[in-house]
């Protein structure tokens, strides 16, 4: 990603979430309801979540910091590749059939949901039958809790900017809120809307907006 790109999309996001970010709000009486905090609620995230998300540097390292001091252990050296090793090993056990796509990038373990598992068409509630397979998910993140939880939404091209913008981040809280409901520590998450920005397929088929029209959890190692 280029500096003007970034740049803008920074811009972006910033206007989003200075305009519309909401803290998550705690328990409503069904712990399995993944709408009790959503409406767009952005749990941890502000500018420096965004800044994270888009470079991979400075807030990420702030909260390995914040993890660390508050009796997260971090990891260092070749631990750090057989803990991540052992934590997709699991994941990719629990996700079997699912709809989840699970990969890796270095020490960097990715989940991705795609729309048609998880929401109905242009809605932010999850599906009641993809509960298991989050809770799955849940299991492994709150066993393996020395990372970091990147959740990021994104959609296809159709539609304007604010509203697949506004879903985005809808639907990334609905994932994060969840995730939390079960028990993954709140201060590991960063969540964030990317709106249509960060296609991973062409737009021009309705194969690849199906691609993009996702969440994505990023799974990354807190450093010591």
């Known amino acids: 990603m280029n500096v003007m790109l970034k740049t803008g999309a920074l811009a972006a996001l910033t206007v989003t979430l200075l305009g519309g970010c909401a803290s998550y709000t705690g328990q409503t009486s069904d712990p399995n309801d993944p709408n009790r905090t959503q409406r767009g609620a952005l749990i941890g995230a502000g500018i420096g979540a965004v800044a994270g998300l888009l470079s991979g540097s400075d807030a990420t390292e702030r909260r390995q910091r914040a993890l660390v001091g ?61 509960y298991p397979a989050l809770n799955n998910v849940a299991v492994t993140l709150r066993e393996y809790n020395q990372t970091i939880v990147e959740v990021s939404g994104h959609t296809d091209s159709i539609g304007s900017d604010a509203v697949n913008q506004r879903l985005s981040e809808q639907r990334a809280s609905a994932v994060g809120n969840y995730l939390i409901g079960q028990g993954v520590q709140r201060e590991r998450f960063e969540i964030v809307g990317m709106g249509k920005r960060y296609p991973v397929a062409s737009n021009d088929t309705d194969a690849g907006r199906a691609l993009n029209r996702r969440v994505e959890i990023r799974v990354l190692p807190v450093r010591s």
Do not use: H, M
Not at 83 to 96: H, K, M, P
Not at 120 to 126: C, E, H, Q, V, Y
């Open 70 to 130: 508050a009796g997260v252990g971090g990891l260092a050296g070749g631990a750090i590749g057989a803990y991540q090793d052992r934590q997709e090993a699991e994941l990719r056990r629990q996700t079997a059939g699912t709809g989840i796509g699970v990969s890796r990038d270095g020490d960097v373990i990715k989940l991705n949901l795609p729309d048609g598992v998880t929401f109905d068409f242009g809605k932010a509630d999850l599906k009641s039958q993809f």
